[in-house]
């Protein structure tokens, strides 16, 4: 009855996603980078444009790592050494 | 004893004595509570990455000591009450950070090269 549904769900593939590289933790892979919010530089790679933190599976960071950058990006959020919300122009 | 370190913006238009007042304040309340006075450095107007209270940029110093919980009370008390300062943030640290952190190093060149010259405010 639903013979023709099933084989779409279960195997066939929906949305043909390439294949990509399982990245790897930058801070695993490198110990010598330390996460601290009192530095900007490291801490911008890890916001959009718009500020937003970017998600793990963008990332690529281990979920210790993220916890640790998500961390240090509201720190330095606060102290404003990073934007809360994308670029200000100033008038 | 914990471990603590505090930056705190102050408002870039401010003189020089200003600013000695304010940093030996500091001091003043971290050993008159008993803490451990380690380091205060200053990093220079920066510009900050949104306006607060509509300055753009603002004075950077960052402070590190050792002290008990009154202490930080008493010292974001302070840091509150005084107009000049327009944030701060203590955070407590679990262990001693190993290297010195390269945060001060794109100090702002266009004004304020003065600086340069003192960077060690807490020798005295």
């Keep these: 009855m639903s013979d023709e549904k099933t084989p779409q769900r279960s195997s066939g593939p929906r949305k043909k996603r390439p294949f990509q590289r399982r990245k790897v933790c930058r801070f695993c892979a490198d110990k010598q980078v330390t996460i601290d919010y009192k530095d900007p530089r490291t801490l911008r790679y890890f916001i959009s444009e718009r500020g937003k933190i970017i998600p793990r599976r963008i990332s690529g960071n281990c979920s210790k790592h993220q916890r640790e950058i998500t961390e240090a990006i509201k720190r330095a959020r606060n102290i404003a050494l990073l934007p809360i919300a994308g670029a200000h122009v100033m008038p | ?124």
């Design chain 2, 1 to 124: 004893m914990r471990m603590y370190e505090t930056i705190f913006i102050v408002k870039p238009d401010l003189s020089e004595e200003e600013t000695k007042g304010l940093t030996a304040k500091v001091q003043e309340v971290i050993t008159g509570m008993k803490g451990d006075f380690k380091r205060l450095e200053d990093w220079g107007a920066r510009k900050l990455a949104y306006p607060i209270e509509k300055f753009n940029r603002g004075r950077y110093y960052f402070l590190r000591f050792d002290g008990d919980a009154p202490l930080i009370a008493e010292l974001e008390r302070r840091l509150r009450l005084d107009d000049k300062v327009l944030r701060y943030q203590s955070v407590k640290l679990e262990k001693e950070v190993v290297a010195p952190v390269a945060a001060p190093a794109k100090p702002v060149v266009e004004e304020h090269v003065e600086e340069a010259a003192e960077p060690a405010v807490e020798s005295e």
